[in-house]
């Protein structure tokens, strides 16, 4: 899969408060196999809810889970092209987005980030789905 990121004159960078980038306003992708992965909440391998009430915590197991999502399709966050992501708490969030740039690296896909009152498990705070672009 190749990606391709474009910068549209006009927009603005999309930048965290640390000088990260959060996201890319578009990525070009080519390849043959769309990997569309579930959201993803901050559930370890027994399904119970690691880090309540921790968002950096649940960022990091939330991708740790991504990342296991998408190498049983034979992807990487390399070859992610799109995230969703819904949060109970936006401000705390924000404070903790520079966990999310440690998976998703310094060229990373589009994003779009939705605050919400509440997700399917009430100790969750954050849910992430992606869409990935693979060869083969």
């Not at 579930?38 to 009430?53: E, P, S, T, Y």
């Not at 991504?66 to 109970?88: M, Q, R």
Request: net charge neutral; aromatic share 6%; charged share 20%.
């Amino acid at each position: 899969m190749r990606q391709t990121i474009a910068v549209p004159a006009g927009l603005a960078p999309p930048r965290i408060r640390d000088g990260g980038i959060a996201y890319s306003h578009v990525v070009i992708a080519s390849g043959r196999k769309l990997v569309y992965v579930a959201g993803q909440l901050a559930r370890d391998a027994n399904g119970a809810i690691v880090g309540r009430g921790d968002m950096a915590a649940q960022i990091r197991q939330v991708c740790e889970n991504l990342g296991l999502a998408l190498a049983a399709a034979g992807a990487s966050f390399a070859d992610v092209v799109e995230t969703t992501t819904y949060v109970t708490n936006m401000a705390e969030f924000m404070r903790n987005a520079s966990v999310r740039v440690e998976y998703f690296g310094s060229e990373p896909p589009t994003s779009t980030t939705i605050g919400i009152s509440r997700l399917a498990d009430p100790d969750a705070m954050i849910e992430i789905r992606v869409t990935a672009v693979v060869d083969g």
